[in-house]
C-alpha cells in the first residue's frame, strides 16, 4: 500500500510539470489560437481517461499489480505527445 502512495504522490507530480511544460511549449495565450487551452483540455482528457480505466479496472474487480502503477505515466507520455500533434496539425 505504501508503494501506491508513492506512486499517487509521483503522479501528480508528473501531471504538473508535465502540464507546465506543455504550457509553456504552446504558449500562445492569443484569443485567436487557443493554445492553452488545448493544452489544458489535453491534460484533462488524459486525467479523464486515467480515472475511468482505473474505476473500470475496480468494477470489475481486476486486481492490482505493480505494472498497474507504471500505466498512469505512460498513458501521460502518450497524451501529451497527441496534444503536440493535434495543435501542430492545426497550425499547419
Known amino acids: 500500500?505504501?508503494?501506491i502512495a508513492v506512486d499517487i504522490?509521483?503522479?501528480g507530480v508528473a501531471v504538473t510539470l508535465v502540464s507546465l511544460y506543455s504550457y509553456l511549449v504552446l504558449g500562445s495565450f492569443s484569443p485567436?489560437?487557443?493554445r492553452?487551452?488545448?493544452g489544458l483540455i489535453g491534460m484533462s482528457c488524459v486525467l479523464i481517461s486515467i480515472t475511468a480505466a482505473y474505476a473500470g479496472a475496480f468494477a470489475m474487480g481486476l486486481k492490482v499489480t505493480s505494472f498497474h502503477n507504471i500505466l498512469p505515466?505512460?498513458?501521460i507520455g502518450v497524451g501529451v505527445d497527441?496534444?503536440?500533434i493535434v495543435i501542430y496539425a492545426i497550425d499547419q
Request: charged share 5%; proline share 0%; aromatic share 22%.
Open 1 to 3: 500500500m505504501k508503494s
Open 9 to 11: 504522490a509521483l503522479l
Open 82 to 84: 497527441n496534444i503536440f
Open 36 to 38: 492553452f487551452v488545448t
Open 73 to 75: 505515466f505512460m498513458i
Open 32 to 34: 485567436v489560437h487557443f
